[in-house]
């Protein structure tokens, strides 16, 4: 299914209601995307957790690396539920 929409002067776009519901995004939240430059394409996905993340981005010093689980406890510590 194509669903028109269209590119604001400041590089916004607004995702159409159709593909939100499909794909069940939450307002506000974030979303993945992924670039496919040989189809000119991208594709739009749920964002990864934090344990999912693990790995995938390395600190600048690296004395101060911990645990997905550890990051995870911090951040439950610091997090407060409404």
Do not use: C
């Not at 189809?39 to 600048?60: N, Y």
Request: proline share 7%.
């Amino acid at each position: 299914m194509v669903y028109p929409t269209t590119i604001t002067q400041k590089w916004q776009m607004t995702i159409p209601r159709a593909v939100r519901k499909a794909i069940g995004l939450k307002h506000p939240g974030r979303v993945m995307l992924t670039v496919e430059p040989q189809r000119k394409a991208f594709r739009i996905d749920q964002p990864l957790s934090i344990l999912e993340l693990a790995g995938a981005f390395t600190p600048k010093d690296k004395r101060k690396i911990i645990n997905a689980v550890k990051a995870r406890d911090l951040l439950e510590i610091s997090y407060e539920r409404a």
